[in-house]
Protein backbone atom coordinates (compact mmCIF):
# COMPACT_ATOMS: atom_id res chain seq x y z
CA UNK A 1 0.00 0.00 0.00
CA UNK A 2 3.04 2.34 0.89
CA UNK A 3 4.17 1.65 -2.89
CA UNK A 4 1.19 2.07 -4.50
CA UNK A 5 0.40 5.47 -2.24
CA UNK A 6 3.93 6.67 -2.99
CA UNK A 7 3.55 6.13 -6.85
CA UNK A 8 0.06 8.34 -6.76
CA UNK A 9 1.69 11.09 -4.92
CA UNK A 10 4.42 11.16 -7.70
CA UNK A 11 1.98 11.13 -10.78
CA UNK A 12 -0.27 13.93 -8.88
CA UNK A 13 2.36 16.34 -7.78
CA UNK A 14 4.16 16.03 -10.93
CA UNK A 15 1.32 16.27 -13.45
CA UNK A 16 2.74 17.81 -16.60
CA UNK A 17 5.59 16.96 -19.02
CA UNK A 18 9.29 17.99 -16.69
CA UNK A 19 10.72 18.66 -20.02
CA UNK A 20 7.89 20.93 -21.60
CA UNK A 21 8.01 22.91 -17.76
CA UNK A 22 12.25 23.06 -18.17
CA UNK A 23 11.49 24.71 -22.12
CA UNK A 24 9.40 26.83 -20.80
CA UNK A 25 12.11 27.96 -18.18
CA UNK A 26 14.73 28.20 -20.54
CA UNK A 27 12.78 30.08 -22.66
CA UNK A 28 11.13 32.93 -20.24
CA UNK A 29 15.27 33.57 -19.33
CA UNK A 30 16.43 33.11 -23.29
CA UNK A 31 13.59 36.22 -23.58
CA UNK A 32 14.97 38.45 -20.22
CA UNK A 33 18.58 37.71 -21.50
CA UNK A 34 17.91 39.14 -24.81
CA UNK A 35 15.78 42.11 -23.05
CA UNK A 36 18.83 42.73 -20.86
CA UNK A 37 21.04 42.97 -23.75
CA UNK A 38 18.88 45.29 -26.00
CA UNK A 39 18.53 47.60 -22.60
CA UNK A 40 21.95 47.73 -22.44
CA UNK A 41 22.77 48.66 -25.69
CA UNK A 42 20.55 51.12 -26.35
CA UNK A 43 21.88 53.02 -22.82
CA UNK A 44 25.13 52.57 -24.37
CA UNK A 45 24.36 54.12 -27.37
CA UNK A 46 21.95 56.80 -25.66
CA UNK A 47 25.20 57.69 -23.43
CA UNK A 48 27.57 57.56 -26.40
CA UNK A 49 25.45 60.42 -28.40
CA UNK A 50 25.27 62.35 -25.30
CA UNK A 51 29.17 62.43 -24.67
CA UNK A 52 30.12 62.48 -28.45
CA UNK A 53 31.88 65.89 -29.57
CA UNK A 54 29.94 67.59 -31.99
CA UNK A 55 32.35 69.86 -33.76
CA UNK A 56 30.70 72.62 -32.05
CA UNK A 57 29.28 73.62 -28.14
CA UNK A 58 25.79 72.82 -27.80
CA UNK A 59 25.75 73.35 -24.11
CA UNK A 60 24.63 76.73 -22.12
CA UNK A 61 23.53 78.02 -25.95
CA UNK A 62 19.90 79.82 -25.58
CA UNK A 63 18.13 79.98 -28.93
CA UNK A 64 15.49 82.86 -29.30
CA UNK A 65 13.32 82.06 -32.79
CA UNK A 66 13.00 85.52 -34.20
CA UNK A 67 9.13 86.17 -35.23
CA UNK A 68 9.58 90.12 -35.30
CA UNK A 69 11.27 90.79 -38.73
CA UNK A 70 12.43 94.28 -37.46
CA UNK A 71 15.00 92.52 -34.88
CA UNK A 72 17.63 92.24 -37.59
CA UNK A 73 17.78 96.16 -38.46
CA UNK A 74 19.29 96.43 -35.60
CA UNK A 75 20.65 93.25 -34.64
CA UNK A 76 24.06 95.05 -33.95
CA UNK A 77 22.48 97.35 -31.51
CA UNK A 78 20.75 94.47 -30.10
CA UNK A 79 24.06 92.54 -29.62
CA UNK A 80 25.75 94.91 -28.05
CA UNK A 81 23.18 95.20 -25.47
CA UNK A 82 23.02 91.59 -24.54
CA UNK A 83 26.80 91.84 -24.27
CA UNK A 84 26.36 93.97 -21.56
CA UNK A 85 25.04 91.06 -19.22
CA UNK A 86 28.58 89.30 -18.23
CA UNK A 87 27.02 85.91 -18.29
CA UNK A 88 26.88 86.38 -21.85
CA UNK A 89 29.94 85.40 -23.78
CA UNK A 90 29.06 85.62 -27.61
CA UNK A 91 25.76 86.18 -29.76
CA UNK A 92 25.19 84.90 -33.51
CA UNK A 93 22.88 84.64 -35.59
CA UNK A 94 21.51 82.13 -38.07
CA UNK A 95 18.80 81.06 -40.42
CA UNK A 96 18.77 77.17 -38.80
CA UNK A 97 21.07 76.14 -35.71
CA UNK A 98 22.33 72.15 -35.59
CA UNK A 99 19.30 70.19 -34.66
CA UNK A 100 16.67 71.34 -37.18
CA UNK A 101 15.47 68.16 -39.04
CA UNK A 102 15.55 69.93 -42.31
CA UNK A 103 18.30 72.47 -44.14
CA UNK A 104 18.06 73.56 -47.77
CA UNK A 105 19.44 72.10 -50.92
CA UNK A 106 21.05 73.90 -53.58
CA UNK A 107 23.20 72.36 -56.63
CA UNK A 108 26.72 73.88 -56.88
CA UNK A 109 29.84 73.62 -59.41
CA UNK A 110 33.16 74.25 -59.10
CA UNK A 111 34.94 76.94 -61.29
CA UNK A 112 35.60 75.55 -65.11
CA UNK A 113 33.79 72.35 -64.29
CA UNK A 114 30.87 71.32 -66.64
CA UNK A 115 27.46 72.26 -66.69
CA UNK A 116 26.43 68.81 -65.77
CA UNK A 117 29.22 68.36 -63.28
CA UNK A 118 27.14 70.05 -60.01
CA UNK A 119 27.32 68.97 -56.60
CA UNK A 120 24.06 69.28 -54.16
CA UNK A 121 24.89 71.05 -50.81
CA UNK A 122 23.46 71.67 -47.63
CA UNK A 123 23.00 75.30 -47.21
CA UNK A 124 22.19 78.03 -44.80
CA UNK A 125 23.06 82.07 -43.94
CA UNK A 126 25.05 82.62 -40.67
CA UNK A 127 26.20 85.82 -39.35
CA UNK A 128 30.05 86.73 -38.84
CA UNK A 129 29.91 85.79 -34.65
CA UNK A 130 27.33 82.51 -35.55
CA UNK A 131 30.56 80.16 -35.87
CA UNK A 132 32.76 81.39 -32.52
CA UNK A 133 29.44 81.89 -30.41
CA UNK A 134 29.00 78.16 -31.62
CA UNK A 135 32.20 77.21 -30.66
CA UNK A 136 32.95 75.73 -34.21
CA UNK A 137 36.63 75.72 -35.16
CA UNK A 138 37.96 76.33 -38.41
CA UNK A 139 39.67 74.11 -40.29
CA UNK A 140 41.63 76.58 -43.06
CA UNK A 141 41.07 80.00 -43.95
CA UNK A 142 38.89 82.65 -41.96
CA UNK A 143 35.40 83.29 -40.48
CA UNK A 144 33.13 86.32 -42.08
CA UNK A 145 34.08 89.36 -41.08
CA UNK A 146 32.52 93.10 -41.00
CA UNK A 147 35.91 94.16 -42.14
CA UNK A 148 35.85 92.83 -45.56
CA UNK A 149 32.77 94.32 -47.14
CA UNK A 150 33.03 91.44 -50.43
CA UNK A 151 31.93 88.74 -47.68
CA UNK A 152 28.23 89.40 -48.10
CA UNK A 153 28.00 89.04 -51.41
CA UNK A 154 31.40 86.66 -52.62
CA UNK A 155 32.05 84.78 -49.97
CA UNK A 156 31.43 81.11 -49.36
CA UNK A 157 32.60 79.08 -46.22
CA UNK A 158 32.13 75.34 -46.78
CA UNK A 159 32.71 72.36 -44.30
CA UNK A 160 35.53 69.66 -44.78
CA UNK A 161 33.11 66.86 -46.41
CA UNK A 162 32.06 69.55 -48.78
CA UNK A 163 35.96 70.34 -49.51
CA UNK A 164 36.56 66.91 -50.01
CA UNK A 165 33.46 66.27 -52.38
CA UNK A 166 35.26 68.91 -54.31
CA UNK A 167 38.18 67.17 -54.55
CA UNK A 168 40.00 69.46 -52.00
CA UNK A 169 41.34 66.88 -50.13
CA UNK A 170 44.02 69.30 -48.23
CA UNK A 171 41.76 72.10 -47.02
CA UNK A 172 44.07 75.07 -47.48
CA UNK A 173 43.79 74.14 -51.53
CA UNK A 174 39.92 75.33 -51.46
CA UNK A 175 40.31 78.40 -49.94
CA UNK A 176 40.73 80.91 -52.48
CA UNK A 177 38.75 78.93 -55.25
CA UNK A 178 35.87 79.76 -56.76
CA UNK A 179 32.12 78.05 -56.62
CA UNK A 180 28.82 78.79 -57.79
CA UNK A 181 25.04 78.03 -57.72
CA UNK A 182 22.45 78.39 -61.25
CA UNK A 183 20.78 81.81 -60.85
CA UNK A 184 18.88 80.98 -64.22
CA UNK A 185 18.21 77.74 -66.08
CA UNK A 186 17.04 78.84 -69.71
CA UNK A 187 19.97 80.08 -70.04
CA UNK A 188 21.76 78.13 -67.69
CA UNK A 189 23.99 81.19 -65.57
CA UNK A 190 26.01 80.86 -62.40
CA UNK A 191 27.08 83.16 -59.46
CA UNK A 192 30.38 82.73 -58.68
CA UNK A 193 31.48 83.28 -55.16
CA UNK A 194 35.03 82.39 -53.30
CA UNK A 195 35.59 80.32 -50.83
CA UNK A 196 36.96 81.89 -48.08
CA UNK A 197 37.04 79.55 -45.64
CA UNK A 198 36.74 75.71 -44.16
CA UNK A 199 34.98 75.39 -40.62
CA UNK A 200 36.02 71.75 -39.69
CA UNK A 201 32.93 69.09 -39.82
CA UNK A 202 30.07 69.19 -37.06
CA UNK A 203 26.66 67.25 -36.61
CA UNK A 204 24.36 69.75 -37.88
CA UNK A 205 22.01 66.68 -37.65
CA UNK A 206 21.12 63.73 -35.79
CA UNK A 207 23.76 60.95 -35.36
CA UNK A 208 21.67 58.68 -37.63
CA UNK A 209 22.97 60.51 -40.68
CA UNK A 210 26.38 61.06 -42.44
CA UNK A 211 27.98 64.57 -42.40
CA UNK A 212 26.89 65.82 -45.70
CA UNK A 213 28.93 68.59 -47.53
CA UNK A 214 27.55 71.98 -46.34
CA UNK A 215 27.89 75.88 -47.26
CA UNK A 216 27.34 78.78 -45.48
CA UNK A 217 26.64 82.51 -46.87
CA UNK A 218 26.67 85.49 -44.96
CA UNK A 219 23.10 87.37 -45.00
CA UNK A 220 21.63 89.73 -43.03
CA UNK A 221 18.24 87.98 -43.19
CA UNK A 222 18.32 85.45 -40.15
CA UNK A 223 15.76 84.05 -38.00
CA UNK A 224 17.60 82.15 -34.77
CA UNK A 225 19.96 84.12 -32.04
CA UNK A 226 22.14 82.23 -30.66
CA UNK A 227 23.33 83.33 -27.08
CA UNK A 228 26.47 81.44 -25.42
CA UNK A 229 26.05 82.26 -21.90
CA UNK A 230 28.15 81.72 -19.09
CA UNK A 231 26.22 81.17 -15.66
CA UNK A 232 25.27 78.95 -12.55
CA UNK A 233 22.05 80.91 -12.37
CA UNK A 234 20.73 80.39 -15.71
CA UNK A 235 17.17 81.46 -14.90
CA UNK A 236 18.61 84.89 -13.84
CA UNK A 237 20.21 85.11 -17.09
CA UNK A 238 17.01 83.75 -18.71
CA UNK A 239 15.39 86.63 -16.99
CA UNK A 240 18.08 89.62 -17.85
CA UNK A 241 18.04 88.19 -21.65
CA UNK A 242 14.06 88.68 -21.65
CA UNK A 243 14.10 91.95 -19.82
CA UNK A 244 16.84 93.57 -23.12
CA UNK A 245 14.80 91.50 -26.13
CA UNK A 246 11.53 93.41 -24.99
CA UNK A 247 12.76 96.46 -25.46
CA UNK A 248 13.83 95.49 -29.12
CA UNK A 249 10.42 93.19 -29.97
CA UNK A 250 8.00 94.25 -27.46
CA UNK A 251 5.02 93.47 -29.61
CA UNK A 252 5.88 89.95 -29.64
CA UNK A 253 6.47 86.94 -26.88
CA UNK A 254 9.77 86.34 -25.80
CA UNK A 255 9.95 82.87 -26.57
CA UNK A 256 13.37 80.90 -26.29
CA UNK A 257 15.22 77.33 -26.11
CA UNK A 258 18.06 75.59 -25.49
CA UNK A 259 20.08 74.08 -28.31
CA UNK A 260 21.01 70.80 -26.23
CA UNK A 261 17.38 70.24 -25.13
CA UNK A 262 16.45 70.57 -28.87
CA UNK A 263 19.09 68.34 -30.47
CA UNK A 264 17.88 65.56 -27.72
CA UNK A 265 14.54 65.79 -29.19
CA UNK A 266 16.31 64.24 -32.19
CA UNK A 267 16.33 60.75 -29.91
CA UNK A 268 12.81 60.74 -28.64
CA UNK A 269 12.34 57.72 -30.51
CA UNK A 270 15.20 55.87 -28.54
CA UNK A 271 14.71 57.08 -25.45
CA UNK A 272 11.11 55.86 -25.81
CA UNK A 273 12.86 52.52 -26.70
CA UNK A 274 14.72 52.06 -23.52
CA UNK A 275 12.13 52.87 -21.48
CA UNK A 276 10.04 50.30 -23.18
CA UNK A 277 12.99 47.88 -23.29
CA UNK A 278 13.79 48.17 -19.72
CA UNK A 279 10.23 47.69 -18.53
CA UNK A 280 9.55 44.21 -20.97
CA UNK A 281 13.22 43.21 -19.55
CA UNK A 282 11.79 43.79 -15.65
CA UNK A 283 8.45 42.02 -16.33
CA UNK A 284 10.15 39.32 -18.25
CA UNK A 285 12.74 38.85 -15.62
CA UNK A 286 9.81 38.78 -12.68
CA UNK A 287 8.22 35.91 -15.22
CA UNK A 288 10.79 34.14 -15.20
CA UNK A 289 11.92 33.95 -11.79
CA UNK A 290 8.45 33.30 -10.79
CA UNK A 291 8.64 29.77 -13.03
CA UNK A 292 11.93 29.11 -11.78
CA UNK A 293 10.94 29.74 -7.89
CA UNK A 294 7.97 26.81 -8.56
CA UNK A 295 10.27 24.34 -10.33
CA UNK A 296 12.69 24.65 -7.35
CA UNK A 297 9.78 24.39 -4.98
CA UNK A 298 8.85 21.53 -6.89
CA UNK A 299 12.53 19.76 -7.22
CA UNK A 300 12.86 20.40 -3.88
CA UNK A 301 9.65 18.91 -2.83
CA UNK A 302 10.67 15.25 -4.92
CA UNK A 303 13.99 15.08 -3.45
CA UNK A 304 13.02 15.92 0.07
CA UNK A 305 13.87 12.26 1.32
CA UNK A 306 17.33 12.42 -0.82
CA UNK A 307 18.42 15.86 1.01
CA UNK A 308 17.55 13.76 4.25
CA UNK A 309 20.05 11.19 3.64
CA UNK A 310 22.12 12.90 2.37
CA UNK A 311 22.34 15.24 5.71
CA UNK A 312 22.48 11.81 7.87
CA UNK A 313 25.40 10.89 5.82
CA UNK A 314 27.87 13.97 6.71
CA UNK A 315 26.71 16.45 3.76
CA UNK A 316 26.86 20.52 4.33
CA UNK A 317 24.27 22.73 3.70
CA UNK A 318 26.63 24.53 0.83
CA UNK A 319 27.18 21.14 -0.62
CA UNK A 320 23.08 20.47 -1.19
CA UNK A 321 22.23 24.08 -1.75
CA UNK A 322 25.51 23.97 -4.33
CA UNK A 323 23.31 20.20 -5.87
CA UNK A 324 20.57 21.77 -6.00
CA UNK A 325 21.30 25.10 -7.85
CA UNK A 326 23.26 23.15 -10.25
CA UNK A 327 21.02 21.77 -12.67
CA UNK A 328 18.99 25.39 -13.08
CA UNK A 329 22.08 26.76 -13.48
CA UNK A 330 22.54 24.79 -16.33
CA UNK A 331 19.19 25.72 -17.94
CA UNK A 332 20.25 29.70 -17.67
CA UNK A 333 23.19 28.78 -19.39
CA UNK A 334 21.39 27.43 -22.48
CA UNK A 335 19.12 30.11 -22.16
CA UNK A 336 22.36 32.44 -22.65
CA UNK A 337 23.49 30.06 -26.06
CA UNK A 338 19.85 31.28 -27.56
CA UNK A 339 19.68 34.61 -26.21
CA UNK A 340 22.90 36.06 -27.16
CA UNK A 341 22.39 35.10 -31.00
CA UNK A 342 19.29 36.42 -31.05
CA UNK A 343 20.11 39.69 -29.21
CA UNK A 344 23.09 40.29 -31.10
CA UNK A 345 21.22 40.31 -34.62
CA UNK A 346 18.54 42.50 -32.83
CA UNK A 347 20.74 45.01 -31.78
CA UNK A 348 23.10 45.05 -34.70
CA UNK A 349 19.81 45.89 -37.16
CA UNK A 350 18.69 48.71 -34.50
CA UNK A 351 22.55 50.58 -34.38
CA UNK A 352 22.31 50.74 -38.21
CA UNK A 353 20.14 53.36 -38.06
CA UNK A 354 22.55 55.58 -36.80
CA UNK A 355 25.69 56.43 -38.95
CA UNK A 356 27.66 56.73 -35.72
CA UNK A 357 27.24 54.18 -33.11
CA UNK A 358 29.08 52.01 -30.50
CA UNK A 359 30.48 48.78 -31.27
CA UNK A 360 28.77 45.32 -29.90
CA UNK A 361 31.43 43.88 -27.64
CA UNK A 362 31.58 40.89 -25.71
CA UNK A 363 31.29 42.76 -22.51
CA UNK A 364 27.30 44.28 -22.54
CA UNK A 365 26.57 39.69 -23.54
CA UNK A 366 28.62 38.83 -20.56
CA UNK A 367 26.60 41.62 -18.38
CA UNK A 368 23.52 39.98 -19.15
CA UNK A 369 24.53 36.12 -18.68
CA UNK A 370 26.10 37.81 -14.82
CA UNK A 371 22.60 39.38 -14.40
CA UNK A 372 20.27 36.22 -15.41
CA UNK A 373 22.80 33.80 -13.77
CA UNK A 374 22.62 35.87 -10.40
CA UNK A 375 18.91 36.14 -10.59
CA UNK A 376 18.52 32.01 -11.42
CA UNK A 377 20.29 31.73 -8.27
CA UNK A 378 19.62 33.76 -6.04
CA UNK A 379 15.61 32.10 -6.53
CA UNK A 380 17.02 28.59 -6.08
CA UNK A 381 19.06 29.34 -3.36
CA UNK A 382 16.27 30.29 -0.67
CA UNK A 383 14.12 26.85 -1.70
CA UNK A 384 18.00 25.09 -1.71
CA UNK A 385 18.94 26.61 1.50
CA UNK A 386 15.25 25.94 3.49
CA UNK A 387 15.73 22.28 2.57
CA UNK A 388 19.19 21.90 3.77
CA UNK A 389 18.80 23.79 6.86
CA UNK A 390 15.44 21.13 7.80
CA UNK A 391 15.67 18.61 10.31
CA UNK A 392 16.84 15.64 8.03
CA UNK A 393 14.58 13.11 10.68
CA UNK A 394 11.10 15.31 9.26
CA UNK A 395 13.06 14.69 5.98
CA UNK A 396 13.48 10.85 6.04
CA UNK A 397 9.64 10.46 7.54
CA UNK A 398 8.47 11.86 4.26
CA UNK A 399 6.37 10.11 2.04
Not at 45 to 55: A, D, P, S, T, V
Not at 148 to 171: H, P, R, V, Y
Request: hydrophobic share 45%; net charge positive.
Amino acid sequence: PAAVLKSAQSSTSGSGSPFLRKLLVVFQFAISITLIIGTSVVMKQLNYIKNKKLGFDKEQVLVIPCQDNTVFNKFDLIKAELKQDANVVNVGGSTKVPGNRHFGDSVYKQEGANDDETILLRNFAIDEEFIPAMGMKMAAGRNFSKNFQTDATDGFIINESAAKKFGWLNMDDAIGKKISRPISVNPMKFEYRTVIGVVKDFHYQSLHTKIVPLLMVMNPNLYYVSIKINSDNISNTVQSIEEKWKTFSPSFPFEYFFLDDNFNKLYFAEQRTQKIFTSFAFLAIFIASLGLFGMASFTTEQRTKEIGVRKVMGASVMSIVILLSKEFTKWVLIANIIAWPVGYWIMNKWLQNFNYHIDLGIGMFLFAALIALLIAISTVSFQAIKAAVSNPVEALKYE
